[in-house]
């Protein structure tokens, strides 16, 4: 009887073992760097990351801070960082009411992607609390200024886990030369807002501000104890 070409076929167990020194030679493909790959959000829980270290010596407080503010672009919110002086974001806070203060951390993953990831300080509370997402993401940060981690959404609780990475993978990675940082955290932020910046001088002709803005209500309001708080 004539064999068949599936009676040829290898079977899957036929095929060799990874060699004894497979693990120590693995590493993550390097993933094509390109605009499009940037993204001003936090590493998804899958991927290790470092942040770019601007002190050099994990000070959490060197991170630039800037303000944050979300204008509807076609029905979806779209966040918009803002540079300039005080006194400019003090006029867009006023004329937006909710704007946030966040400190753009410059990440890389492990397979090179890099990002912009926009941490919230952690405010403390009237009651003396903070809340815990913030807290937690700073926490993680400041890890990552000098370690290898992974940040995941604890659901349950209500906070950020973070993890580290365990010595094969810190050392594969270093003797990589990772994280390699070659774009500049300007550059990062120009293409992770991907023109969704702005300035003194572009803020009061941007179609996005002019078409968001209106006059704030006034009013009146007073606390339990009927005291004028606004």
Same mark, same amino acid.
């Given at each position: 009887?004539?064999?068949?070409?599936?009676?040829?076929?290898?079977?899957?167990?036929?095929?060799?073992?990874?060699?004894?020194?497979?693990?120590?030679?693995?590493?993550?493909? =390097?993933?094509?760097?390109?605009?499009?790959?940037?993204?001003?959000?936090?590493?998804?829980?899958?991927?290790?990351?470092?942040?770019?270290?601007?002190?050099?010596?994990?000070?959490?407080?060197?991170?630039?801070?800037?303000?944050?503010?979300?204008?509807?672009?076609?029905?979806?919110?779209?966040?918009?960082?803002?540079?300039?002086?005080?006194?400019?974001? =003090?006029?867009?806070?006023?004329?937006?009411?909710?704007?946030?203060?966040?400190?753009?951390?410059?990440?890389?993953?492990?397979?090179?992607?890099?990002?912009?990831?926009?941490?919230?300080?952690?405010?403390?509370?009237?009651?003396?609390?903070?809340?815990?997402?913030?807290?937690?993401?700073?926490?993680?940060?400041?890890?990552?200024?000098?370690?290898?981690?992974?940040?995941?959404?604890?659901?349950?609780?209500?906070?950020?886990?973070?993890?580290?990475?365990?010595?094969?993978?810190?050392?594969?990675?270093?003797?990589?030369?990772?994280?390699?940082?070659?774009?500049?955290?300007?550059?990062?932020?120009?293409?992770?807002?991907?023109?969704?910046?702005?300035?003194?001088?572009?803020?009061?002709?941007?179609?996005?501000?002019?078409?968001?803005?209106?006059?704030?209500?006034?009013? =009146?309001?007073?606390?339990?104890?009927?005291?004028?708080?606004?």
């Amino acid at each position: 009887m004539t064999d068949t070409v599936e009676d040829k076929k290898p079977s899957l167990l036929d095929y060799p073992e990874p060699s004894e020194d497979f693990n120590n030679k693995l590493a993550e493909k =390097e993933i094509a760097k390109h605009a499009g790959q940037i993204k001003n959000v936090k590493p998804i829980h899958t991927e290790w990351f470092r942040v770019q270290d601007p002190s050099g010596c994990g000070d959490i407080t060197k991170i630039q801070k800037r303000v944050i503010i979300e204008l509807p672009i076609k029905g979806e919110a779209k966040s918009f960082v803002c540079f300039g002086p005080q006194d400019f974001y =003090e006029e867009v806070k006023a004329d937006f009411g909710l704007v946030r203060s966040v400190r753009l951390a410059l990440y890389e993953t492990s397979t090179g992607r890099p990002g912009i990831w926009p941490v919230k300080e952690a405010v403390e509370y009237g009651n003396g609390n903070k809340n815990a997402w913030n807290l937690s993401a700073n926490n993680i940060l400041e890890q990552a200024l000098t370690k290898w981690v992974r940040i995941v959404s604890n659901q349950a609780d209500g906070y950020y886990d973070g993890y580290l990475a365990d010595k094969k993978k810190v050392d594969m990675y270093t003797e990589q030369g990772r994280p390699f940082f070659k774009m500049d955290l300007e550059e990062a932020i120009k293409k992770a807002y991907q023109g969704f910046i702005l300035t003194p001088e572009s803020y009061a002709t941007d179609p996005h501000v002019l078409d968001f803005k209106g006059e704030k209500v006034a009013q =009146e309001v007073k606390n339990e104890k009927g005291i004028k708080i606004n």
